[in-house]
């Protein structure tokens, strides 16, 4: 049995990455939607279909534990699918996103509850963080920007720097000037692009402003509900096996999927239905 780890395109990886690093005995199945990515601006319709062929392809690849490596897809498909769709058709599978932890996260390291977070439009339209913040602390002041460019920059592989601190410093500078303390990575693309980032911030002065970067969580978090769930490690192979899926097999993923995942790739070609 394997860990399942689903995403819209190659961020995923990188979720991947920081997983394997904490609990390399397992084994994992990677599925990336390239093909239909970016799923940012989908229809909530579109995105519950495209998630659901996503899980239904990793539990027939013995997966019972999958994680959503793709806040919009957590945000917007994961809790109708958990609500409607396991008790149907996988009673006995486990599903996890990457929202919630982050939230937590942010929730318990701010320090003047002024949090700010960038993600797609999907993510930001779904109100999920908004509606897991007032969860934990209804005090906390959330501020959103959607940064529908970044995700097309990550995917294309391009690395102008100009272009992209461009970018980085329009979606950013709103939250700077409402003197948020704490921001969220609200996409998994957005890790690789942390440096950069942090160069933006300190271009707008907000120096002092704490980085929620999803990896670190996510695998503390799986660390954590593994221990509380053995019957679930009791089922799951130790034999350190990743393997990967795209729904578009090119030069381009091969070459992203290992510069994100830090070693090179191998990937097969998947079909969803």
Do not use: W
């Amino acid at each position: 049995m394997n860990i399942g780890v689903f995403d819209s395109g190659f961020g995923g990886i990188d979720i991947l990455r920081h997983i394997v690093k904490k609990l390399p005995q397992y084994n994992y199945i990677y599925l990336g939607d390239n093909a239909r990515t970016p799923y940012g601006s989908r229809s909530k319709a579109t995105l519950y279909k495209y998630t659901t062929e996503a899980v239904d392809f990793l539990f027939a690849h013995n997966c019972p534990l999958i994680i959503i490596a793709c806040n919009t897809a957590s945000a917007e498909a994961l809790p109708k699918i958990q609500r409607v769709h396991l008790p149907k058709y996988h009673p006995h599978g486990k599903i996890l996103g990457v929202v919630v932890p982050a939230v937590e996260t942010a929730a318990a390291i701010t320090a003047h509850k002024r949090v700010g977070v960038i993600a797609t439009e999907g993510s930001v339209a779904s109100g999920a963080f908004v509606r897991e913040f007032r969860k934990i602390n209804s005090e906390i002041k959330v501020f959103q920007e959607a940064c529908p460019l970044l995700v097309p920059i990550v995917e294309s592989g391009e690395n102008d720097k100009k272009i992209l601190q461009r970018a980085l410093r329009n979606y950013l500078k709103p939250l700077v000037e409402e003197k948020i303390d704490t921001l969220i990575l609200g996409c998994t693309h957005y890790s690789i692009l942390e440096e950069d980032i942090r160069t933006a911030l300190k271009y707008l002065r907000g120096n002092g402003i704490h980085i929620v970067n999803e990896g670190d969580i996510v695998a503390d978090k799986l660390e954590t509900y593994l221990k509380k769930h053995p019957e679930i490690t009791k089922i799951l192979k130790t034999q350190s096996k990743r393997v990967f899926y795209t729904t578009d097999v090119t030069d381009r993923f091969r070459r992203l999927g290992s510069i994100f995942f830090g070693n090179a790739i191998k990937p097969r070609k998947a079909h969803l239905s």
